[in-house]
């Protein structure tokens, strides 16, 4: 296959799976709404949690483990992931509280968004890295 054809195949799936984060997204936040009487936007929080879990176990495993060809790793990470997280909504949810005087949920989200984000991303990669040990592990007897 040309190099031509396999960037059109990333923009397709790209596309492709954008297309599917974003619902997936839009299906969430209707579901959990924020949490009323303090506004707190537990949709998105959730949202971004479980895509930084998601990115950094799917990178981790499709690097070592389960190796895929680039387009569709592409696909997923930049596509699903891209548009199914949203830091932009993060960031106007937090000025958005702290406007209407919320300053306490809003640190709260904001503690709760960089210090989980991080700890779901490193319990991917932690978790992705299990997976691939077992894969390599010797089995009994040999």
Known sequence: MNKKSLVWKQYLAI?????????????????????????FPIA??????????????????????????????TGVGTGF??????????MVESQALLAHGAIVVAA????????????VAWFGVYLGNVLNHKKHAPIDGE
């Open 81 to 90: 992931v891209g548009s199914y997280t949203t830091f932009s909504t993060f």
């Open 15 to 39: 596309a492709a799976f954008a297309v599917l984060g974003a619902l997936a997204r839009q299906e969430l936040e209707i579901i959990l709404p924020p949490l009323s009487g303090t506004g």
């Open 108 to 119: 709260v989200y904001i503690v709760i968004s960089f210090v989980g984000g991080f700890a």
């Open 44 to 73: 998105t929080l959730l949202i971004n949690l479980s895509g930084a879990f998601f990115l950094a176990w799917f990178y981790t495993v499709t690097t070592s483990f389960i190796p895929i060809v680039q387009w569709l790793r």
